[in-house]
T-cell receptor
Framework: GAVVSQHPSWVICKSGTSVKIECRSL??????MFWYRQFPKQSLMLMAT?????????EQGVEKDKFLINHASLTLSTLTVTSAHPEDSSFYIC??????????????FGPGTRLLVL | GQNIDQPTEMTATEGAIVQINCTYQ??????LFWYQQHAGEAPTFLSY??LDGLEEKGRFSSFLSRSKGYSYLLLKELQMKDSASYLC??????????WGAGTKLIIKP
């Protein structure tokens, strides 16, 4: 089946630093990738939709200058949390939609990246 | 593969009961999640099981057997709005989520 990877799995950083998280589709191409954050036992909150070769679409309330998204290829999207603060500590999950998925809304989810900002 | 498996698609009738199974293989386990995802929307959290047994929450129940690597989501009194994809995911020893491919549930009147 389709596999999505994320790197790093864990990251601990100091307040004020920037952190980059990678999301890769390993065996398929994805024109669209999604970035979510999740708090414990809660639903995934969509942050932004990333389209290859164009600007990301951010959900209401998500600061685009703080959460920079780059989708430079059909297999890679990156999320950079700029000037991270403790309140940005969360579980960040990406998903990718297969370019051959057709009309079916099939997303493949990554394993998540735990960010802890001290 | 990701060592987690669930049926691709299921069909059920409004008002009936449906059970969606999920099997997994892992050496490290920190719980199993079920999510519901409607087309075009983010997954919503349904349940989390870390101990064996059945947990009931309204019309939805989730069961876990750690020794068998098996979980199911039970939906009762099905409604048309229950038509969605249902994702199971287990959390491994590194606290990362390993996702199933999702089960598309089709409810017929």
């Amino acid at each position: 089946g389709a596999v999505v990877s994320q790197h790093p799995s864990w990251v601990i950083c100091k307040s004020g630093t920037s952190v980059k998280i990678e999301c890769r589709s390993l065996d398929f191409q994805a024109t669209t990738m999604f970035w979510y954050r999740q708090f414990p036992k809660q639903s995934l909150m969509l942050m932004a939709t990333s389209n290859e070769g164009s600007k990301a679409t951010y959900e209401q309330g998500v600061e685009k200058d703080k959460f920079l998204i780059n989708h430079a290829s059909l297999t890679l999207s990156t999320l950079t949390v700029t000037s991270a603060h403790p309140e940005d500590s969360s579980f960040y999950i990406c998903s990718a939609r297969d370019i051959l998925g057709g009309e079916q809304e099939t997303q493949y989810f990554g394993p998540g990246t735990r960010l802890l900002v001290l | 593969g990701q060592n987690i498996d669930q049926p691709t698609e299921m069909t059920a009738t409004e008002g009936a009961i449906v059970q969606i199974n999920c099997t997994y293989q892992t050496s490290g386990f920190n719980g199993l999640f079920w999510y519901q995802q409607h087309a075009g929307e983010a997954p919503t959290f349904l349940s989390y099981n870390v101990l064996d047994g059945l947990e009931e929450k309204g019309r939805f129940s989730s069961f876990l057997s750690r020794s068998k690597g098996y979980s199911y989501l039970l939906l009762k009194e099905l409604q048309m709005k229950d038509s969605a994809s249902y994702l199971c995911a287990y959390m491994d020893s590194n606290y990362q989520l390993i996702w199933g491919a999702g089960t598309k549930l089709i409810i017929k009147p």
